[in-house]
């Protein structure tokens, strides 16, 4: 090896030059081996040395150039994804050099393999980057892809760009503004173009001014593009739907090939690679997505290859999902008429295509859905049940929320709505809640925030001000207007000016900017639309009002309408990214390029995201719940909406969310505020128990405002269900159920009518004349658990609807309710004064006896006569307690002292109080009576009710009796500690009288006034 430069510099002749290094090229650069021998010679760097001293010399020379050509080679191929190499070339300042062959020679084989050497040297090596950059490397390397350059040359050119766009940012612009793009897309139409195709039939070109609408199967129109502005004003500012589309003719009409020799095979390759790597860029995609477009033929050529050869699919399919990542973007995809029905057949053959291609072709048609002609498009395409199918068996998040953001899109186009809603829209949203939910945890709002609805109230009044603050006239059209630029382009290689507004200014095509983002789910505002009504709850009114208005007979009969013209600024070109987007293409010589299939990915962060997919990304939940609100407005009645797993789907999410009363609260209401939902939600399921249950949660977050909203808002939904069931409709079929033999159905409807009934008259109806009452005890007190504890709720709702109280619950009473008290203890009494022995239960107690005796005159008569108590200072009490006359007494010298209140000292000692009642009773002390039987009635609970229930009939006291039966219906207590209640009462010797008294109760409160 030592002596190769030595022997090199000692040929005296081309020709000996040529045959040395064509010797060198055979034995030395097919393996690495060699090549590590040659670069530790730096014989690399002499070459490139020589190769600069060979182009100083003209290229008439036969012999020069063959000396170059080999020398090229062997660069070419010591340089590939080698640094070392490169390095030693940039020693030996090679650029001008390289840079003469391309501007100068006219050997096609010459500046294609400098073409590949270049793209080697910049991939490597970024001063060598900077350097050609420098050097004009941008426009020499756009100058090789004209018509009259072999493919070789093209396909090299096309490579070196491509390295150079992905190393050099600066680079970017420097293509766009040479209009590099148009030609690499002029180069894959003439690649692909066998012959132009002139139509006999041809109709004749719509004028550039004019455009073409079509609706249905309704002839075409014609409609200056002036008077289109001013439909989309009216359109976007007005509430007005439209279902016209926008047509625009073809300009050329070209029939494609397939070419069959390998050059332009790999020529083919090279253009999508390069393509591939420019569309990948998110900060330049509405500039390349205008040259891409230019007249038309980019994405024509696109779609032929996506159509014709399965080999190109993927690369054509992964460009124009590129492209359709950015909103600006999105207007020149949609002006071509043929896009979105060709990927939607494609689709339709979703089992045959690899997973890249089913990825792209649904990113397309998905991201497709923010213009709103691309979405009537869509709708005509049939691809509706693909897109359904997908979405309900996806487990891939990401295909998720673009399938979302596609079906988010058509809440307004009421027309595309009813079908997907016929295709069963309904139930894969639910399908895919389910699948959110399915891991998901409780996003409760865990701060106590009594001021938030306030917040939120106040939030939404500003908003709903901005929104009705925006310009409605209709007739200040010109200050709205969109408009066209016909400027020649800087580029010289297009005849239009491509206008960056919301409407295409050659494809007419409605757009929603992506500058007016949807509002966050969590906003009670209303959601903008640009083809509806701003108010919601006012859609229905707005469709009847125009119903027989045509906004195109208006404004094409209007000869004012569209008359001027409103010129504007075009947008700054945004910032590229700071980081150069990452690719993984394949960098293979053109000879392993042609079977080599590209694929080039995209992380999400590296695009650039509508806004609205941005914040589906963020939580996709909400905006499903919120496409199924829109959906349960006008189609509340679907089916899908009384399925009883999606129904549990939604009480799920119900106790999920963190603003339960927000667009879950209204779906359900939407759902139960209709009649035709009423019989397969009440009668057929335990839906009715389910929503109850929402409301009684059990959370244990204290402080929680997500579950105080559920507790509201559960209660609520069952108020909504009430108007249905007390109308008409629902008291019908109630009745007839009522009426019918099937026990078990009787049973469930009598339970789950006093859920969501209120009326007493009503209820008079159903619980007496109809017998729904006795059902319901038997219901209790049948083997069903499940039933027999949701009907001691619907009880408890029952009360609370007809107002049973206990009378503890009073706020004057709630107000004076003692404090814990503790009784004194007996070794404080006074012992100078006579005592009264009581001989109790569980021991002995003694009393002041001439405080007994002032305090009541059946203890002075007692203790005054000839009474053996009175002989002995004895009293025997066997079935009293110590505690118990100890409060007793206590209480006497309260009232003695003037110290007691209207309510008793309280103590939760059920049996001390009622002991301490029974005495109060036994020796006429009224004074301590009252504060007494108050008490009592403060620490009545499910432990002691049955004891008061029972002691009050026994003794007959009215208060208590009262008391206790208010406590077994509306005590606030759960279903399954009332059935408990209710089983123990039942094998009580007063369980019939306590039937009698529930009813007597309940009819007391619901039988009509003049009975």
């Known amino acids: 090896m030592e002596y190769l430069s030595d022997q090199l510099n000692k040929c005296t002749s081309d020709k000996h030059i040529y045959k040395f290094l064509f010797k060198i090229r055979a034995n030395f650069i097919n393996n690495a081996a060699d090549i590590d021998k040659l670069l530790k010679q730096k014989f690399v760097g002499h070459l490139a040395t020589v190769l600069s001293k060979r182009v100083e010399k003209n290229f008439q020379s036969e012999e020069n150039n063959k000396i170059i050509d080999v020398l090229l080679s062997i660069l070419a191929n010591c340089t590939y994804n080698n640094k070392t190499a490169t390095n030693q070339v940039y020693d030996a300042n090679i650029i001008e050099s390289l840079m003469t062959i391309i501007n100068k020679s006219e050997n096609g084989i010459l500046m294609a393999k400098t073409c590949r050497l270049l793209g080697n040297l910049v991939q490597k090596n970024e001063k060598l980057g900077i350097s050609f950059e420098q050097a004009g490397a941008a426009l020499s390397l756009s100058n090789c892809l004209s018509e009259k350059s072999i493919s070789m040359l093209s396909t090299m050119s096309l490579r070196a760009l491509r390295l150079m766009w992905i190393s050099r940012r600066k680079f970017r612009f420097e293509i766009l503004s040479l209009g590099t793009i148009f030609k690499i897309i002029s180069c894959l139409r003439n690649t692909l173009k066998s012959e132009f195709k002139k139509d006999a039939n041809e109709v004749e070109a719509v004028p550039s001014n004019m455009v073409i609408l079509k609706r249905d199967s309704e002839p075409d129109r014609l409609i200056s593009k002036q008077k289109l502005s001013s439909i989309l004003t009216k359109m976007e500012t007005q509430n007005v739907e439209t279902k016209y589309e926008i047509l625009r003719t073809e300009k050329n009409n070209y029939e494609f090939a397939i070419p069959t020799s390998k050059d332009n095979i790999e020529l083919i390759t090279g253009l999508l690679k390069l393509l591939l ?53 999105q207007e020149y995809l949609g002006i071509n008429n043929e896009l979105i029905p060709t990927i939607s057949s494609l689709l339709m053959k979703y089992e045959t295509l690899e997973l890249n291609e089913q990825r792209n072709c649904l990113e397309i048609l998905c991201l497709s859905t923010e213009n709103s002609c691309n979405r009537l498009k869509l709708k005509r395409s049939g691809v509706f049940k693909i897109l359904l199918s997908i979405a309900s068996n996806s487990k891939i998040r990401e295909e998720l929320n673009l399938l979302i953001f596609a079906f988010f899109q058509y809440r307004y186009d009421e027309d595309s709505l009813n079908l997907l809603i016929q295709l069963n829209l309904i139930n894969v949203l639910m399908k895919v809640i389910n699948d959110i939910i399915e891991n998901k945890k409780v996003d409760h709002i865990k701060v106590d925030d009594s001021d938030k609805d306030r917040k939120d109230e106040q939030k939404t009044k500003h908003q709903r001000k901005r929104i009705s603050t925006e310009p409605l006239q209709f007739g200040g059209y010109t200050k709205f207007m969109r408009f066209e630029s016909n400027s020649p382009s800087s580029s010289g290689y297009g005849s239009y000016q491509y206008s960056p507004s919301r409407s295409s200014s050659d494809g007419f095509s409605p757009y929603n900017s992506p500058q007016r983002c949807y509002q966050d789910y969590n906003s009670d505002s209303n959601e903008y639309s640009p083809v509806c009504s701003d108010n919601e709850e006012n859609s229905e009114t707005s469709k009847k009002q125009d119903k027989d208005f045509d906004i195109l007979d208006f404004i094409y009969n209007n000869d004012e309408i569209g008359r001027y013209e409103v010129n504007e600024q075009q947008k700054d070109i945004g910032e590229i990214e700071d980081e150069t987007t990452s690719l993984t293409l394949n960098d293979h010589d053109s000879d392993d390029e042609s079977g080599t299939k590209m694929e080039i990915h995209q992380s999400s962060s590296s695009k650039n995201l509508p806004e609205t997919l941005k914040s ?73 128990f389910q929503i109850y249950d929402t409301a009684n949660t059990d ?27 007390e109308g008409g409709y629902g008291q019908g079929q109630i009745a007839d159920i009522l009426l019918q033999d099937q026990i078990e159905l009787k049973r469930k409807v009598a339970t789950k009518l006093i859920y969501v009934i209120s009326s007493p008259e009503i209820l008079n109806k159903f619980l007496f004349n109809f017998g729904a009452l006795d059902i319901i005890m038997d219901t209790i007190y049948s083997n069903d658990e499940v039933l027999s504890v949701a009907a001691c709720n619907g009880i408890t709702i029952l009360s609370n609807n007809l107002n049973i109280r206990i009378p503890s619950e009073d706020d004057v009473f709630q107000r004076i309710i003692p404090d814990e008290f503790e009784l004194e203890n007996s070794e404080k009494e006074d012992s100078s004064n006579e005592q009264v022995k009581f001989i109790l239960k569980d021991g002995d107690a003694l009393f002041d006896k001439d405080l007994l005796m002032a305090s009541s005159e059946v203890f002075n008569s007692m203790f005054s006569g000839d009474f053996r108590e009175s002989n002995k200072n004895e009293v025997k009490f066997p079935n009293y307690t110590v505690l118990g006359m100890k409060y007793f007494f206590q209480l006497v010298k309260m009232s003695k002292e003037n110290k007691l209140k209207p309510i008793a000292p309280k103590i939760d000692n059920m049996d001390v109080v009622l002991q301490a009642y029974e005495l109060s009773i036994l020796y006429i002390m009224t004074d301590i009576q009252q504060p007494l039987l108050n008490i009592i009635k403060v620490i009545l ?28 219906l509306c005590g606030a207590i759960d279903g399954k500690t009332k059935l408990k209640l209710y089983l123990e009462v039942k094998e009580s010797q007063y369980s019939k009288e306590f039937k009698d008294l529930i009813f007597d109760c309940i009819l007391m409160k619901c039988k009509p006034i003049d009975d």
């Open 941 to 968: 609970d499910e432990t002691n009710v049955k004891r008061i229930f029972e002691w009050s009939i026994r003794n007959i006291n009215q208060d208590l009796l009262i008391s206790s039966i208010c406590y077994y």
């Open 277 to 329: 790597t420019v569309t990948g860029t998110s900060s330049l995609l509405t500039q390349i997505a205008k040259n891409v477009y230019a007249d038309g033929l980019g994405i024509e050529c696109l779609l032929y290859l996506i159509e014709e050869s399965p080999k190109f699919r993927g690369s054509a399919l992964k460009i124009l999902s590129n492209l359709s990542f950015s909103s600006n973007s």
């Open 699 to 725: 959370f244990n977050h204290l402080k929680c405002y997500s579950c105080d909203k559920m507790k509201v808002t559960g209660f609520q939904l069952l108020k909504d269900f009430r108007k249905v069931a």
């Open 616 to 688: 589906i990304e963020a939580d996709n939940l909400q905006y499903v719940l919120l496409l199924l609100w829109k959906v349960s407005i006008n189609h509340n009645d679907a089916l899908a909406f009384t399925n009883i797993k999606n129904l549990s789907i939604l009480i799920r999410v119900y106790g999920l969310v963190k603003k339960p009363h927000e667009k879950i609260y209204q779906i359900l209401q939407n759902i139960l505020e209709q009649t035709r939902n009423f019989v397969p939600i009440f009668i057929r399921q335990d839906f009715v």
